[in-house]
């Protein structure tokens, strides 16, 4: 027979009020706050593959480097279901209309990462028919250099645009909320 101690479960009655525990049943936040924290997390990315990027780009969505726990690990691959267009290498001239319209057809608030030296500056591609960067086309807001890029320096990519995210003012929320 053991001799460690035995405890009883006090039995209630139905109908008896049960102490209650104290827990936090509200807090405060300013509403810019909430709104950027829930969509730093939920980041939508729009691939545009056009180079040797893309194999990288599969290693950065694969389980190894899980871009889930950011919040950007289901790629839409319509543009207006996307809020961040990940331009993945090259870019030329005869492409740049497409780039374009896509971009216009992209839901505010919309974000565009430039993924990969060929992206950022066109790369050692100097010549007629390659575009020396994609912000001469759309407005970047992260670059990613390298060449190709280490799937570590995507994820800090995608770490800097959820901390810009959240900083940005939100206008979704008007008057008094």
Excluded at 18 to 47: C, H, L
Excluded at 111 to 128: E, H, I, L, R
Aim: proline share 8%; with cysteine.
């Amino acid at each position: 027979m053991s001799t460690a101690a035995k405890t009883t479960i006090p039995i209630v009655p139905a109908g008896t009020p049960v102490a209650k525990v104290p827990t936090f049943d509200v807090f405060t936040t300013k509403k810019d706050e909430i709104v950027g924290w829930a969509r730093k997390f939920s980041i939508f990315p729009y691939p545009f593959v056009t180079a040797c990027c893309g194999m990288e780009f599969m290693s950065v969505s694969s389980t190894l480097y899980d871009t889930d726990r950011f919040g950007a690990a289901l790629p839409r691959f319509t543009p207006r279901q996307s809020d961040l267009m990940m331009v993945v290498g090259t870019i030329t001239h005869k492409q740049a209309p497409v780039l374009q319209r896509i971009w216009e057809q992209m839901c505010e608030p919309k974000w565009a990462m430039a993924f990969g030296v060929c992206a950022t500056s066109g790369g050692f591609y100097d010549n007629y028919a390659v575009v020396q960067g994609i912000d001469k086309i759309i407005p970047v807001d992260v670059y990613i250099p390298g060449c190709p890029p280490r799937p570590e320096m995507v994820i800090d990519g995608i770490m800097q645009l959820q901390d810009k995210i959240a900083k940005q003012h939100h206008v979704i929320l008007k008057g008094d909320f």
